[in-house]
């Protein structure tokens, strides 16, 4: 992360416009541009949310800020999304989740801190328009995904990267954050 501020800041505007619109478009990095950290906020509205990322990304980037909420970024009606948290219990997934690690090793009181387990989730996502995730709709999902989750200090957002040599049903992406 501090990698790609050192680059923004130093990049002349006409290749940071350029850099934008090739990151924005690749469909194995997804989102790797945006700057957003996960507060377990709860957003009663997209458009309250569309509006915070906004207020987000001026504060941060200042001139630089790039947030277009309608913007499509993955062309899939569904897509599985993976990222590691901080749980309680089982009960702390939601419907659309499911642990990637094994139950029995997971929940091993060896490896409790502070009454949190840490694992790995895979969440299905659907489109909210059927056929493509714009970059609101999707940000908005996985707000949604890990408000009631302990990200640690890996709060930051970093991208999603799409997992290569994968043969699943649907789309696989990594959801990577950092601290």
Known sequence: MFRFFKELFNTPKSNL?????TTTT???????DLVWAFQRKPYDSQTEFDEEISRYQKDILRARAYWKGDETVIHAPEIEICYEAWITSIDDLKSNEELLDDKEEVFDEDNEEDGFFQVEISAKLQAANGSSFSALDIMYQMEHQVSNKELGD??????????????????????????
């Open 17 to 21: 416009e350029e850099e934008l619109i």
């Open 154 to 179: 890996h709060i930051f957002f970093e991208g999603f990267r799409r997992a290569q040599d994968y043969n699943g049903p649907l789309p696989l992406y990594h959801m990577v954050c950092g601290s």
């Open 26 to 32: 690749n469909p194995d990095t997804v989102l790797s």
